[in-house]
């Protein structure tokens, strides 16, 4: 039985922020207990269509999951660690629009201040990590201070465009806040969090709106990456460089880790720069090799990919057999299979959709779901994007949908909530 809340509750709130800080624990489990407790505790009696959309196609992807592994012997513990992984985003969805549909726009507040309280944890264990092991490569400033946060670049850009998002606040705390950010942004050197703030902001922009006007600044803003891209590369950082160098090595070789077809296993240079490329091709081999079936509906909850070797893990040990991957579209393969990969695409399509409308706040905040559907278009290539254990935007576009919907009832002056956009 679930509690009643007002919108005056404090413990919502806390259970908001919770839910974000106790990924940096980087413990799964705990994650999954956390977010499943919120979750059931804030279940709500009515869902709008519109919710229940995307967690009928999350839901259906585990179905797949499900019914292809009832023709493969799989661990148990593996098979349950997927249940629990693939669960992930529809927990983390729940939890945000929960939330939300019972504190209401004031939500809001509570979500800004907790990637700042995010950013300023961030900050703080880089200092004391820096006096306590002496931090002097890029290697190491990640290693302790974490590889991504994509929570705290989408509250910069919610500070940055506060106009927009009609965010009430003092200037002087709103500039405080997005140098605290940036800060903490740039700390973690994370390609995909440069591409996300990027994407976010020409997309609040409007320029993923399309006309021969954005058609033109896309242009140019493509020639001026690739220019970027040239310099970088003609520069020839070197692969054992240090600190900005180290850095501009993994610009250097990104357009291609992920994308390679052939890569040869003997050279480790070659092996570890894309090591990414080696799972994609690894997985297509092994699930194709088991006919069409298995390529229809994949392998199955449990199933795993042999990389041939142990390899060394960020979670420190070493493993053959990798039940999930670091590209998205590839592990919902290896589970569901092509249709797998088809609910994730639609999953996209329709974060990405929307109505057109007068009301400036909602056509921001439409545009900022637009960002957001393509900027998991390119997480989910590269960093499993909503199933990564350590994700949290599950939870903030739980939260962006359920804000949406109290905004388009309250501009219609309904007493209840559409059920479309």
Same mark, same amino acid.
């Given at each position: 039985m679930t509690l009643?809340?007002?919108?005056?509750?404090?413990?919502?709130?806390l259970l908001y922020v919770l839910c974000i800080i106790v990924l940096l624990l980087n413990s799964y489990e705990t994650t999954f207990v956390v977010w499943g407790f919120t979750a059931f505790i804030t279940l709500r009696k009515k869902y709008s269509v519109s919710f229940l959309r995307f967690q009928?196609?999350?839901?259906?992807?585990?179905?797949?999951?499900?019914?292809?592994?009832?023709?493969?012997?799989?661990?148990?513990y593996v098979y349950f660690k997927d249940i629990s992984y /693939? *669960?992930?985003?529809?927990? !983390?969805?729940?939890?945000? #629009?929960? +939330?939300?549909?019972?504190?209401?726009?004031?939500?809001?507040?509570?979500?800004?201040?907790?990637?700042?309280?995010?950013?300023?944890?961030h900050i703080a264990t880089i200092l004391?990590?820096?006096?306590?092991?002496?931090?002097?490569?890029?290697? /190491? *400033?990640?290693?302790?201070? !974490?590889?991504?946060?994509? #929570?705290? +670049?989408?509250?910069?850009?919610?500070?940055?465009?506060?106009?927009q998002f009609e965010i009430k606040i003092k200037p002087q705390t709103?500039?405080?806040?997005?140098?605290?950010?940036s800060v903490s942004a740039f700390l973690y050197l994370a390609r995909t969090n440069m591409i996300q703030f990027v994407v976010l902001v020409m997309a609040i922009k409007g320029y993923f709106i399309l006309n021969v006007r954005n058609v033109?600044?896309?242009?140019?803003?493509?020639?001026?990456?690739?220019?970027?891209?040239?310099?970088?590369?003609?520069?020839?950082?070197?692969?054992?460089?240090?600190?900005?160098?180290?850095?501009?090595?993994?610009i250097k070789i990104a357009p291609i880790e992920s994308f390679k077809t052939?890569?040869?296993?003997?050279?480790?240079?070659?092996?570890n720069d894309n090591y990414r490329s080696f799972e994609n091709i690894i997985t297509v081999r092994q699930v194709t090799d088991r006919g069409f079936p298995t390529i229809l509906i994949g392998k199955g909850m449990g199933s795993t990919i042999d990389l041939g070797r142990e390899m060394w893990t960020n979670d420190q040990e070493f493993i053959r057999y990798v039940p999930e991957l670091?590209?998205?579209?590839?592990?919902?393969?290896?589970?569901a299979g092509l249709i797998g990969v088809l609910l994730t695409l639609i999953f996209i399509y329709y974060l990405s959709k929307s109505k057109p409308t007068n009301n400036q706040l909602i056509h921001h905040i439409n545009l900022l779901f637009m960002g957001s559907a393509l900027f998991l278009i390119v997480s989910n290539w590269v960093f499993l994007g909503l199933y990564l254990k350590l994700d949290n935007k599950s939870i903030f576009l739980g939260f962006l949908i359920a804000y949406r919907e109290i905004l388009i009832a309250e501009n219609a002056k309904l007493p209840s909530i559409p059920n479309e956009y």
């Open positions: 009643q809340f007002t919108p005056n509750s404090f413990l919502p709130k009928i196609l999350l839901g259906l992807l585990i179905a797949v999951a499900l019914f292809s592994a009832q023709f493969t012997d799989h661990k148990s /693939l *669960l992930k985003p529809m927990l !983390g969805l729940a939890v945000g #629009y929960n +939330i939300c549909k019972i504190i209401g726009k004031d939500l809001f507040r509570t979500v800004i201040l907790t990637g700042v309280l995010l950013a300023t944890i004391i990590c820096f006096f306590i092991f002496k931090i002097t490569t890029m290697h /190491l *400033l990640r290693h302790y201070g !974490g590889y991504f946060n994509d #929570y705290e +670049i989408y509250t910069l850009v919610l500070l940055i465009f506060a106009k709103r500039m405080l806040f997005i140098v605290l950010l033109k600044y896309l242009l140019v803003a493509t020639s001026l990456v690739v220019t970027a891209y040239a310099a970088i590369y003609y520069s020839n950082p070197s692969r054992k460089g240090e600190g900005l160098e180290a850095f501009l090595y993994k052939k890569i040869n296993e003997e050279d480790w240079k070659d092996f670091h590209n998205t579209y590839m592990t919902m393969y290896l589970k």
